[in-house]
T-cell receptor, first 115, second 117 residues
Framework: AQSVTQLDSHVSVSEGTPVLLRCNYS??????LFWYVQHPNKGLQLLLK??????LVKGINGFEAEFKKSETSFHLTKPSAHMSDAAEYFC?????????????FGKGTKLSVKP | NAGVMQNPRHLVRRRGQEARLRCSPM?????VYWYRQLPEEGLKFMVY????????ESGMPKERFSAEFPKEGPSILRIQQVVRGDSAAYFC???????????????FGPGTRLTVT
């Protein structure tokens, strides 16, 4: 069965410092993995996705994530945080691997950015 | 190029009333998904539909909840006889049909926040 664990419920960084949001997954199939961002009272926006191509995935707004099969991890990083990055971030695995199906969400990590 | 539209954005219902949530997928998308987000939780899958067909409803509560995606018009998530525990944000997502390169990419709407009083 597929599952996702986000290791931190809350991360706080200072503006201009690196961001690391951790995610571990469990999947019986070759997984498709995603990071979504949700700003307060808004819908979810896809940041980036991994679907068995390059293991280092670049997304929007300077975010990237690396798929590490040996560690079953898909951590999200950004070299320099911006105030506008403050939001909730969800690590997501697709139930059916690379094909269609429902998504399983982690519980989310709230990112705070201090000036 | 309009994204996924949901309405209403906020809905208040008294216990025992019915709630109807609407979702219009992105242009060119034929698959719709509904998710529920309870406070302090991630989103939980409810149901996956294509036009006139429910593909996967494994996340739907057995009673009071139903979903449809008719040939014409938006997808509807219907909750009958609402209870306080139904208060949540309900998100709709849509994707393209099988066989296209972006098949697996789901685009989310802004959500409907249901409050049951």
């Amino acid at each position: 069965a597929q599952s996702v664990t986000q290791l931190d419920s809350h991360v706080s960084v200072s503006e201009g410092t690196p961001v690391l949001l951790r995610c571990n997954y469990s999947s019986s199939y070759s997984p498709s993995l995603f990071w979504y961002v949700q700003h307060p009272n808004k819908g979810l926006q896809l940041l980036l996705k991994y679907t068995s191509a390059a293991t280092l995935v670049k997304g929007i707004n300077g975010f990237e994530a690396e798929f590490k099969k040996s560690e079953t991890s898909f951590h999200l990083t950004k070299p320099s945080a911006h105030m506008s990055d403050a939001a909730e971030y969800f690590c997501v695995v697709s139930v059916y691997g690379g094909s269609q199906g429902n998504l399983i969400f982690g519980k989310g990590t709230k990112l705070s950015v201090k000036p | 190029n309009a994204g996924v539209m949901q309405n209403p954005r906020h809905l208040v219902r008294r216990r025992g009333q019915e709630a109807r949530l609407r979702c219009s997928p992105m242009k060119g998308h034929s698959h719709v998904y509904w998710y529920r987000q309870l406070p302090e939780e991630g989103l939980k899958f409810m149901v996956y539909l294509q036009k006139e067909n429910i593909i996967d409803e494994s996340g739907m509560p057995k009673e009071r909840f139903s979903a449809e995606f008719p040939k014409e018009g938006p997808s509807i998530l219907r909750i009958q006889q609402v209870v306080r525990g139904d208060s949540a944000a309900y998100f709709c997502a849509s994707s393209q049909a099988p066989g296209t390169s972006r098949y697996y990419e789901q685009y989310f709407g802004p959500g409907t926040r249901l409050t049951v009083t």
